[in-house]
């Protein structure tokens, strides 16, 4: 018994990656036989379970440990497979873990009754197992392989529904978005193994790895490097311009969307951009921060007005996504971490509780035969009634969201926002447009997620039916909700629900920040936010439930970010438009200069056939049956002779003997 | 006047002989030939051969004619029509081919004829110059039976047998076919 | 006394009349005619010649000859003239034509 619990860190994340490989590879075996979902939720069960004993704990905070196997070998360099675990790793395998665990029982019930429900199994196990892969590759190729996995397992759950025309449509911007940035990604690659010639991520950046005894080629090169890498992590993190996806792809379950779309995949980005962290120089550093941060904003504000509830909290997925890019970028990726923790648990318990809600209104919806999106937020209201528990534990993970004291997200925010004041204060002048305007979006978040949760909850329900039987979800949904509901609150991660530096995730990397501590921000910070949110919150309450909204709805502002700034519009004008006209170019040309010229040929050709079926006809054909004729001709005149008169037959030898004799007279 | 009468028995055949060729009636065309065959006979007289003439009236006459007769009495049903037709035209059109033909032929002949002149062969000069050519006194009758019976008797054994075949063989050919 | 060259010519118009005759005619007794014609020529020209021949006297025993001949040929010849007629109810050489090819 103990030699088989006794299992090694390697051997243990081995399982935990190959175990929902293995679901997926049952189910895909089983089709539509599977339809439970038990072989999934056993494997992540499992999966969770080894994650946590026999990697996390084994490993966190102690030396990293790799191993690899030769793969393939091109010339002389040896490409491997391995695994490389350290606190990043771990972490972050244990993070999905945990996440898609609940995840899993939560949609067994959700899902209940879908006619496609054997896809979403193995789909679901799929994501797991390129997700997992992801976290531990020892290699950037490998991390490559699992990157595009993980993308073509986003592209087939939101196009799960595939007969609906917009999520086909979503699954196919999500998925042409992603191509942007895998290319991005691969360059990145392909200029690192320029560089050094090597992409073991131990080698590259071990101790005393590649990149620190070589030196950079050129500073130019390096920034390019980097940026190709961000612009990876910016297609699959939803950051500005690439954005665009991810509020489209909640064409999906919500289920997925809370898994893959608010808290596991989209932290992807992240990820990759604290693994490869000491590639990025200054330059390319800065242009993190500014792109996060202007993400952070725009995307805060274009959840403000949005009236689907999922829209809203994709776009406070961008925001928070953008909050760690910014970490990334003033170079404290360890909050970037902690953040993506602590945003992990409670986004995703934000989007299921959504789920539990959207449930709801569906059977509302369906028992009235009703014409309404259940989405809507418009339509809701007053569901603390039937629904308290959700509503509870929606609060707490909106609190987490807004950054209010005592929960996770209080802790991970100021984490980010005291580093930023910092890494401002290092440099001054307008790098503290920064860490201002993060502050600034930690209020707007306050305020539509304050928005969300007034409209949802409090006042009247707007919809009136005569029978209301809306109810909490059954426990499967709700006990997942409650586990990471649990996950929200300070405890999880600090014993001290005020400072940030004492959680155990800060203390575990432990890195050092290029900018001075400033003591007085990390008292006087807090203290603003949470004030700050709480007139948010009095302004919400007074709009949205006291029923005193002052704005009209032709503002142009609310417009603008009603649309989401018209930005698809754009995409759709610049790229959609222009490349379709290309392809109408390019069809044109094809058909009538291409073709054109082809069919010309041919008809060139036929014509020169005609010509010459013309000359043998009548030229080659008609020489010989001219001659052929002719003798027909001279033969039938001759026939005519042998007409078997003997007075003519007399006639013709007299005849010739006149002439003989008249020939022998003349000569 | 002994050309005068050659010339008038020479036109006598050859206008008999047209007449022969031209007209349509069959009849008439036979009876017409009679007069050829006179003609020629008359014809042989002035060549001195009179035994000839005689045989030509005999055979040709009595003999040659009245077959002529018989096969066309025998052969044409039409007789009494054909008597009876003695027709609009007179001469019947001729058949231009052979006409032309013919013409050429009497051309080539009476140019061959002016040409020769009088160029007679080398026996023929001898003949005359030795005399030894037929007189109107001479009395033919008596030498042809003496050469019939001594230089030519071989062919004419052979003619007489031939001449006995042939008509045995036209008897042959003339008879009915048996019923059976 | 009559010159060759008389009787030749006469002859000579005889036989082209003859030669018309075999050709032109559509009536097989007038064909035996004409070749009853022919041979009266030939004969008229044996006996022109005959007379220049008095020691062989050639020229009229084979005008003999011939008339023998021409009698025979002339039996032969109708008798020919009436099988033909018998089998195919006509003269006319114009109509009967199994020669042809």
Redesign the interface.
């Known amino acids: 018994m103990s030699d088989l619990l006794n299992i090694s860190p390697i051997i243990g994340s081995m399982l935990v990656v190959l175990l929902p490989f293995l679901a997926f590879l049952i189910q895909a075996i089983l089709g539509k036989r599977s339809q439970s979902g038990n072989i999934a939720l056993v494997s992540i069960i499992l999966s969770t379970i080894f994650s946590l004993i026999f990697v996390f704990a084994e490993v966190w905070k102690q030396e990293p440990i790799s191993a690899n196997v030769s793969w393939f070998t091109i010339g002389t360099h040896t490409f491997t497979l391995g695994i490389l675990l350290n606190n990043l790793t771990v972490l972050m395998q244990l993070i999905v873990c945990i996440i898609a665990l609940p995840v899993h029982i939560y949609s067994k019930s959700y899902m209940k009754g879908d006619p496609g429900i054997h896809r979403y199994w193995m789909y679901l196990s799929l994501f797991c197992f390129a997700m997992l892969g992801l976290t531990i590759s020892s290699n950037l190729l490998m991390m490559y392989i699992f990157w595009e996995l993980v993308g073509f397992a986003s592209y087939l759950l939101i196009g799960f529904w595939f007969t609906k025309e917009s999520a086909v449509q979503a699954n196919k911007k999500a998925f042409i978005i992603n191509r942007i940035g895998d290319l991005g990604f691969l360059l990145g690659i392909a200029s690192v193994y320029s560089m050094y010639g090597s992409l073991n991520l131990v080698e590259l950046f071990g101790k005393d790895g590649l990149f620190y005894s070589l030196p950079a080629s050129s500073d130019g090169w390096l920034t390019f490097t980097g940026i190709c890498f961000f612009i990876g992590a910016m297609a699959k993190s939803a950051q500005f311009p690439l954005h665009v996806w991810l509020p489209d792809a909640m064409e999906g379950p919500t289920a997925v969307s809370s898994l893959i779309h608010a808290a596991t995949m989209v932290a992807a980005g992240v990820f990759l951009l604290s693994t490869v962290f000491p590639l990025f120089n200054q330059t390319v550093l800065l242009t993190i921060a500014i792109i996060g941060c202007i993400t952070a904003l725009i995307s805060a504000y274009f959840a403000i007005s949005q009236t689907d509830i999922k829209k809203i909290l994709a776009f406070s997925t961008i925001s928070q996504l953008g909050f760690m890019v910014v970490a990334v970028g003033v170079g404290a990726w360890d909050a970037a971490m902690f953040h993506l923790a602590t945003h992990a648990f409670f986004k995703c318990l934000l989007f299921l509780s959504a789920g539990a809600i959207i449930h709801e209104m569906a059977h509302l919806k369906e028992a009235n035969k009703l014409d309404i999106d259940p989405q809507d937020i418009n339509n809701m209201g007053g569901l603390k009634k039937w629904m308290p528990k959700t509503f509870i534990l929606m609060s707490i993970a909106s609190l987490a969201l807004a950054g209010f004291p005592l929960t996770s997200g209080f802790l991970s925010k100021d984490a980010i926002l005291i580093s930023a004041f910092e890494w401002a204060a290092q440099l001054n002048g307008l790098y503290f447009l920064i860490p201002i305007t993060l502050t600034l979006v930690s209020i707007l978040t306050a305020f539509y997620i304050g928005r969300l949760i007034f409209k949802v909850f409090f006042g009247e329900l707007k919809i009136k039916v005569e029978r209301i039987h809306l109810h909490e979800a059954n426990l499967s949904m709700l006990g997942p909700m409650i586990f990471l509901g649990i996950c929200s609150i300070f405890l999880v991660f600090s014993w001290n629900p005020i400072a940030y530096h004492h959680s155990f995730i800060l203390t575990g990397f432990s890195i050092t920040y290029p900018f001075a501590e400033i003591h007085s921000l990390h008292i006087i910070l807090p203290i603003i936010l949470t004030i700050s949110s709480a007139i948010a919150w009095v302004i919400g309450w007074n709009w949205y439930v006291k029923g005193k909204y002052p704005l009209n709805s032709g503002n142009k502002l609310l417009d603008i970010s009603m649309n989401q700034g018209y930005i698809n519009e754009f995409y759709n004008k610049i790229f959609v438009k222009s490349t379709l006209n290309l392809s109408k170019g390019l069809y044109w040309f094809d058909q009538n200069i291409v073709d054109g010229f082809v069919n010309f040929l041919a008809t060139i050709v036929r014509n020169l056939a005609h010509f010459s079926a013309w000359i043998d006809r009548y030229i080659v054909d008609g020489l010989v049956n001219t001659i052929a004729g002719t003798a027909y001709y001279i033969g039938h005149l001759l026939?005519w002779v042998?007409?078997?008169?003997?007075?003519n037959?007399?006639?013709f030898a007299?005849?010739v003997v006149?002439i003989g004799?008249?020939y022998l007279?003349i000569k | 006047m002994e050309l005068a009468i050659f010339y008038a028995f020479a036109a006598l055949v050859i206008g008999s002989a047209l007449l022969v060729v031209s007209l349509k009636n069959t009849a008439r065309s036979l009876f017409l030939f009679f007069i050829v065959l006179f003609g020629m006979a008359g014809l042989f007289i002035f060549a001195l051969a009179d035994f000839v003439a005689i045989t030509q009236i005999m055979v040709y006459v009595g003999g040659v004619l009245i077959l002529m007769i018989f096969a066309f009495m025998l052969s044409n049903k039409e007789l009494l029509a054909d008597l009876q037709n003695t027709s609009s035209k007179f001469l019947s059109i001729p058949n231009w081919q052979s006409l032309l033909l013919s013409i050429g032929f009497l051309a080539v002949m009476s140019y061959g004829i002016i040409e020769w002149h009088d160029n007679f062969p080398q026996w023929i000069t001898e003949n005359i110059r030795q005399g030894n050519i037929i007189k109107s006194s001479d009395n033919n009758i008596n030498q042809l039976g003496i050469k019939f019976m001594t230089q030519y008797l071989l062919p004419f054994e052979v003619i007489s047998i031939f001449l006995l075949a042939a008509l045995i063989g036209a008897a042959h050919l003339s008879r009915k076919e048996d019923p059976k | 006394m009559i010159s060759l060259t008389h009787f030749l010519f006469v002859s000579a118009c005889l036989f082209c009349i003859g030669l018309y005759a075999i050709i032109a005619k559509r009536n097989s007794i007038m064909i035996l005619i004409g070749i009853e014609f022919i041979i009266n020529a030939a004969i008229l020209n044996l006996v022109a010649f005959g007379r220049y021949d008095k020691i062989n006297y050639s020229g009229q025993i084979f005008a003999l000859f011939a008339i023998v001949l021409a009698a025979a040929a002339v039996a032969v010849g109708l008798a020919i003239i009436l099988n033909v007629y018998r089998k195919y109810k006509t003269i006319n050489p114009e109509n009967i034509t199994d020669l042809r090819d």
């Not at chain 1, 042998?642 to 007075?647: D, E, F, K, P, S």
């Open positions: 026939r042998q007409n078997g008169r003997l007075q037959y007399l006639g007299f005849t006149l004799i008249i007279i």
